[in-house]
């Protein structure tokens, strides 16, 4: 297992025989990928100011950008565009993705890996690593060649160089606001990945939305993807953020000092859109490593007032009441996938202290004001 990234590594000029430019065509035919859009339009805008770093010499980071070739598809067979479109993928196209590590007990668990070899695309918001292992009922990962690490000036390409938010750096309105915003927040947690958590908050936003109010949506942990922000946006979100805003392609193996900082800087930018009301998704499950030590830290609770939590099933939606209780937190309600089933539902409600509210219950009005924060 890769180590635990403790800071983000500093740049340094490779050999000047590693060198190798890139011709406009050359630029035209590479496709960015939703982790890299914002070093991808700086690249199509200024395509002489960049460079591509390679050799036996040269070790990856997190976040590095590269150039890669496709030369077999796999289990993605599209990569996502910046706005989150489905690119589909063929054996010989050029891809601009991120060096990243990834958490995916229904897909791959993948390190960045020590050279510029082969490696895979092991999600389709454009994230480069090598699998170590993967879920029995998908496909091998697609197969990647890195032409070289994307670079400017020498310097080796990270998505934290071009990102538009900084997690120590706080924009104007965020650095306006109060060490505590005042502007209720909700998080929203799960039993595992796919176990409903994006559905049910974008339910959230859209009965948020639907009773007058202005809301702020964010996915603070996880692997980058447009999926989830896209949605939040179609069920009214009037400012939507993820981590990669900040210049991270996945959160998985980062310092947890930094993914803590990261959801505290996501709240503060959010609540500085002046939102009333800011929501914020947990990635993956609560057993999972960062999302276990985020539950039990005191910032965690200083600045989330509820939760709301997904389950895919009554006995996991029980064991998820009794942790998030445990660390005493403010659970409002259990909704997800469980609430597709009828029967597993009332399984739940037989069971459980809190309630148990249907996903697409909460686009009412009334249910989702009834959630937010007690004054």
């Not at 310092?255 to 929501?279: C, F, H, K, P, S």
């Not at 399984?347 to 959630?371: K, M, S, W, Y």
């Amino acid at each position: 297992m890769a180590p635990i990234i403790e800071e983000r590594p500093t740049p340094s000029a490779a050999p000047s025989s590693d060198r190798q430019e890139l011709g406009a065509r050359t630029v035209a035919a590479i496709r960015t990928a939703y982790t890299t859009r914002f070093v991808g339009a700086q690249l199509q805008r200024n395509p002489g100011d960049f460079h591509l770093l390679g050799g036996a010499a040269l070790a990856p980071a997190a976040g590095d950008v590269v150039v890669a070739r496709v030369t077999e598809i796999g289990q993605h067979t599209a990569l996502q565009s910046a706005e989150g479109r489905r690119q589909k993928l063929f054996i010989g196209q050029l891809v601009l993705v991120a060096y990243g590590d990834r958490y995916a007990p229904d897909q791959f668990l993948a390190h960045v890996p020590l050279d510029l070899g082969p490696c895979q695309l092991v999600a389709g918001g454009g994230v480069a690593s090598r699998v170590e292992s993967m879920h029995a009922s998908i496909e091998a990962a697609t197969e990647l060649e890195p032409l070289g690490l994307l670079a400017r000036d020498g310097q080796v390409v990270n998505l934290a160089d071009f990102a538009p938010l900084q997690v120590h750096t706080p924009s104007a309105g965020a650095s306006a606001q109060p060490a505590r915003t005042g502007v209720p927040v909700i998080a929203v947690l799960g039993t595992s990945m796919n176990s409903g958590k994006s559905t049910t908050l974008g339910c959230l936003v859209n009965g948020l939305t639907n009773a007058g109010l202005d809301v702020a949506a964010g996915k603070a942990t996880g692997t980058g993807a447009g999926n989830d922000p896209n949605l939040f946006k179609d069920a009214g979100a009037v400012s939507v953020a993820d981590f990669t805003d900040f210049g991270y392609p996945t959160t998985y193996m980062v310092r947890y000092e930094q993914v803590r900082d990261l959801l505290v800087a996501m709240i503060r930018e959010q609540a500085a859109t002046g939102a009333d009301v800011v929501v914020i998704e947990i990635a993956d499950g609560l057993f999972q490593g960062e999302t276990s030590r985020l539950l039990n830290d005191p910032v965690f609770s200083r600045h989330v007032d509820r939760v709301l939590f997904s389950a895919q099933d009554a006995l996991g939606a029980l064991a998820g009441e009794q942790i998030l209780l445990s660390a005493g937190l403010d659970l409002a309600a259990v909704s997800g996938r469980l609430t597709a089933s009828p029967l597993a539902a009332d399984e739940a409600r037989a069971n459980l202290r809190t309630q148990v509210i249907d996903t697409f219950e909460l686009c009412d009005p009334q249910v989702a004001t009834a959630l937010l924060p007690r004054s």
